[in-house]
């Protein structure tokens, strides 16, 4: 079983950038997609961006332009570039592994706090 662990995370002002990662122990199917996702305090969590094993991306309308995700396959270890940072993306940031049908098939790791304030 894949097991990922978050890492990047921190305190950083309005309009400051993180690099988040997120390392995967144990093989991924080819198949699958990587997410990041995230949840704030009293809200459910969300999907942020995803890739598919052919670089193809997706983003949340709120991200867009401004986060960018990447994957080094041969490292098992996907990437989440945040540019642009603001106080509402303040969060627990989380990633999973994706199947063609869009679940979730791997246990939820303990996440990375990003927390955006001046």
């Known amino acids: 079983q894949v097991q990922l662990v978050e890492s990047g995370g921190g305190l950083v002002q309005p309009g400051g950038s993180l690099r988040l990662s997120c390392a995967a122990s144990?093989?991924?199917?080819?198949?699958?997609?990587m997410g990041w996702f995230r949840q704030a305090p009293g809200k459910q969590r969300d999907m942020v961006a995803r890739?598919?094993?052919?670089?193809?991306?997706r983003y949340a309308d709120a991200v867009k332009g401004r986060f960018t995700i990447s994957r080094d396959s041969p490292k098992n270890t996907v990437y989440l570039q945040m540019n642009s940072l603001k106080p509402e993306d303040t969060a627990i940031y989380y990633c999973?592994?994706?199947?063609?049908?869009?679940?979730?098939?791997?246990?939820w790791g303990q996440g990375t706090q990003v927390t955006v304030s001046s």
């Open positions: 999973n592994t994706i199947s063609p049908s869009g679940t979730y098939t791997s246990p």
């Open positions: 144990g093989r991924i199917a080819s198949n699958h997609a």
């Open positions: 890739i598919t094993p052919t670089g193809i991306t």
